[in-house]
């Protein structure tokens, strides 16, 4: 694991052996223990949300079909876009959600289907780590009545012994005995964080899933909470599930990284490897925008456009094709450029959403497009697509009229005519037929990248086609 240089913070971890809980000692001394060794093993794993259902609705797919290993004693990273499903696959590993379907193994038991004891027992050696430590403690609660909490609901030893854990537990994260007695509000930002930490940590838990745990902290005081994480794991032989949309803290702090869209993990991999040459488009994309870093490729003008779609509507095939920066592309419209790809590929996301949806379309063009016309109807989005030439095509020299070679103007227009008469459905059926290919068809398989174990889920990974890296790079180069 990489260790961080950043000066310690006075007291951080405090290093007294007769404070330590008994698993430390027990797990550094087990020779068993491989690095390979999984912890949790995840299969499949689906969580619907069909509660907030509106019209019918099909469910909220925020977890759907998730399989990875979590190794014990490792930091498993898990980043992705806001909405693609960490937080509900952290806490549906951890059983504070009713799996949809799947399982979740952790020695020999399928946690995602206990109840009852075994369930607490599981929920005593898991653990959560909230993202913000201002909304997690209960302000009614003294800092001691709080990291006691879990060892009263556990019956833990008698009260002088809970009592004791906690001043243990306090000063193993770096607080004192004075602060068993203080509220949460008379703490800064990052002693609130450690005061959650140490909650986390009272019943000696094997694995803990750290949400986004340093993300509303300030960047000094997130170097200090890292390094105290990082200091328990390998005081206590811990094992991280660690959810972060901040990618340079996950490329300090993981071993590992999964990459994770629309509810599905694209890519899995040792950390350095995946940020130093990305397998997957995503993650090339999502990486492409760290200012300033490199992974090999010319990834500057790699854009992520828009936002992913809907999870209660996830595209038919790869879930990433309707951004994808290397999908697959017929033959016959080969010659078209980038930008008229981008244009076809976000009329059809208009189209798409507009079959599901009655909220406004100038709207949803704006917000997608970024564009400045009044788009009141769909030749008025076809104009500002296709037709006027305006900033952004004189951005990219050419001129919007000349964008779609004749093949693919007939296409657009038979989708058009049923946009005209209202039928949606019809019009995105149209352009997905005309410009689709194998990646709006077969949701892709996951394969091994390279010879340490990674996978990436990309239909470019088979012989058949080109590799995704080459096709990006050949594409943003072109245009
Ligand atoms: N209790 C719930 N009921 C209905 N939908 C939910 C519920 N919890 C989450 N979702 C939806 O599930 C999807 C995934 O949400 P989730 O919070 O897991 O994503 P995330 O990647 O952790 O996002 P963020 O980085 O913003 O925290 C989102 O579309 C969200 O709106």
Redesign the pocket.
Known sequence: MSRNDAATESGTANESEASRPSRAAADSDDSTVTADDPLVEVRDLKKY?D??GFLGDDP?K??DGVSLDIRRGETLGLV????????????TILGL?DATGGEVVSDGRNVARLSGKQLREWQRDAQMVF?DPEASLNDRMTVGEIVREPLDAHDWETASERRRRVFELLDLVGLNEEHYYRYPHQFSGGQRQRVGIARALALEPEFIVL??PVSALDVSVQARVINLLEDLQEELGLTYLF?A?DLSVVRHIADRVAV?YL?DIVELGDTETVYSDPAHPYTLSLLSAIPGSHTGTDRDRVTLRGTPP???DPPQGCRFATRCPAKVRPAEFDDLSGTAWERIDALHTVLRERAHTETGLTERLKRRLGLAADASDIDEVVADLFERDSDVAAADGSARSDLLTESARSAVEDAVQFARRGEDEEATAVLREAFGSVCNRERPERHAVGDDGRVSACVRHTDEYEDPRSVVDRRFGDD
């Open positions: 949300y509660d907030d909220v925020a977890v992705g876009e806001s909405g693609c499903g960490k937080t509900t696959l952290g806490r959600e993202q949400d986004e959810i949309h994770m509810g809907s999870p209660r």
